[in-house]
Nanobody
Framework: QVQLVESGGGLVQPGGSLRLSCAAS????????MSWYRQAPGKERELVAN????????NYADSVKGRFTISRDLYKNTVDLQMNSLKPADTAVYYC?????????WGQGTQVTVSS
């Protein structure tokens, strides 16, 4: 059964860090394009970062460049998002996505709140 499960969200103060993890089952993350999206209240879902299949070329939204890092753990079959220097504008539900050909899988999301 294919499943993506996010974890690691929570409440953090501005300037703090969080590490999100997306655990995949039923497929191998290195064979899929893996992405992190986020959706803030009243806003559309937006792409935060992605990592291509194979060699794993990465891409980031301008708003998170230099602060967020996406990576894969091929042993654990997970995709992580390290988030540093967090801002209140980063508050959102964060979703993991895996795509390959016609396959398109989403996780249930994890809440990240940046507030003092």
């Amino acid at each position: 059964q294919v499943q993506l499960v996010e974890s690691g969200g929570g409440l953090v103060q501005p300037g703090g860090s969080l590490r999100l993890s997306c655990a995949a089952s039923g497929f191998t993350v290195s064979l899929y394009a893996m992405s992190w999206y986020r959706q803030a209240p009243g806003k559309e879902r937006e792409l935060v970062a992605n990592i291509a299949s194979g060699v794993g070329r990465t891409n980031y939204a301008d708003s998170v460049k230099g602060r967020f890092t996406i990576s894969r753990d091929l042993y654990k079959n997970t995709v992580d998002l390290q988030m540093n220097s967090l801002k209140p504008a980063d508050t959102a539900v964060y979703y993991c996505r895996g795509t390959r050909s016609s396959n398109d899988y989403w996780g249930q999301g994890t809440q990240v709140t940046v507030s003092s």
